[in-house]
């Protein structure tokens, strides 16, 4: 995509090859996105959000969205039993994206003592396809990191596999009563070149490590101890063989946590397995801000879903001080994927002007949320974003 002076492209979908299964398909007269606001501070970041996007898409003549609104989540399960409606799920197959804000709270669990929140979100994935989570971790001018070496910046993005690993036993695990549990991690070849695939696709499109601009995908994995990763980095390795451009590495998840803390500025597209990616995600945002600054996108052959990727802080909700530009980012990489799905370059200069909103704000310092140093409210930040659009 078109990148912003001085930033990274977030990603793009692959273009349409007889590998990837992504196609570009008509652009649609409305872009029909179902919202889901979810639980403690959800709703909020989402009311914040929904303004900006309203206001980013009226600057852009001949774009029309129309957001639906849907209910999922651990409110939704303490009211109806169910977490995820099959109504609702309906809804999100048949829309252009979906829009999920923070979902699940600590108290509400089912009989086994589990909480609600993965019904939701492992139900989605499955349901709508989405093997690809992409999560990027890019330090903003104006952002304090907890690092002192970040002189050469911090842009990169880590690519989970989102269909498979660990999270493929999710309601699948055996328990032998008291005594025992066990959950299996599940490598297929079919799902590693598909997401490996799309990470380096991805890094054919950014432009490349902060550190000396050169394009690279690294293999994070535990293959030195488990077979299923020793077959996850022997097909990484045989993808990699067809982007001779793309230099490929591989590194252990247990030293990546110390890389990304130590040098971050050498990485530029992770790719791993979905429970790694799950945590490692999480460390990528603390070293740029925080989860306040954390965007996500989960994508699949023919859907989309965006969500921030904090928590649904409970104890913050309803007071007006929950930071929005997570979920406003998430939006923006909606319809950065509504540009390249329909090549639109309607969508594409919503999503730009948006970031772009976002990095005014952040690097001016006036209009900063609690969780950066700031004392601006929630609603407050989404009208500094506004007035920067």
Request: hydrophobic share 45%.
């Amino acid at each position: 995509m078109d990148a912003l002076p001085n930033e990274t492209p977030v990603f793009k979908v692959a273009e349409p090859t007889a590998s990837s299964g992504l196609d570009v398909v008509s652009l649609p007269k409305t872009y029909r996105i179902v919202t889901l606001k979810g639980d403690g501070i959800g709703p909020e970041v989402m009311d914040a959000a929904m303004c900006v996007v309203r206001a980013a898409a009226t600057q852009i003549a001949s774009l029309s969205i129309n957001l639906v609104e849907r209910e999922a989540g651990a409110e939704t399960h303490r009211r109806t039993g169910v977490a995820l409606p099959q109504a609702v799920l309906d809804d999100c197959l048949a829309a252009d994206a979906v829009l999920l804000s923070a979902i699940g709270l600590p108290e509400v669990r089912n009989p086994d003592g589990t909480e609600v929140q993965p019904e939701v979100m492992v139900g989605l994935r499955r349901a709508l396809g989405l093997f690809a989570a992409v999560r990027p971790i890019r330090l903003y001018p104006g952002v304090s990191s907890p690092l002192r070496l970040t002189e050469r910046g911090i842009d990169l993005v880590i690519v989970r596999e989102n269909l498979e690993g660990l999270f493929a036993s999710f309601g699948r695990g055996k328990v032998e009563g008291d005594a025992s549990a066990t959950d299996t991690i599940v490598v297929t070849r079919a799902g590693t070149e598909r997401i490996v695939d799309f990470a380096f696709r991805l890094a054919c499109r950014r432009h490349g490590r902060p550190l000396d601009g050169r394009r690279s995908v690294t293999c994070v994995d535990k293959a030195n101890v488990f077979r299923s990763f020793a077959l996850f980095r022997r097909v990484f390795f045989e993808v990699a063989s067809h982007y001779p451009q793309v230099t490929a590495e591989a590194a252990y998840v247990d030293a990546m946590s110390l890389h990304l803390v130590q040098c971050p500025s050498h990485f530029d597209v992770l790719v791993m397995e979905n429970q790694f990616g799950d945590i490692l995600s999480d460390l990528g945002a603390a070293i740029v801000g925080g989860l306040g600054l954390a965007p996500s996108a989960e994508i699949g052959q023919r859907h989309g879903l965006f969500q921030p990727s904090h928590g649904t802080a409970p104890q913050l909700a309803g007071k007006n001080v929950a930071n929005p530009l997570a979920m406003i980012l998430s939006a923006a990489m909606m319809f950065e994927w509504f540009a390249d799905r329909h090549d639109d370059p309607r969508a594409r200069s919503v999503a730009e002007r948006i970031r772009a909103a976002v990095e005014r704000v952040l690097a001016g310092g006036r209009h900063l949320p609690a969780d950066l140093g700031g004392q601006t409210g929630t609603h407050g930040v989404a009208e500094a974003v506004i007035d920067e659009l």
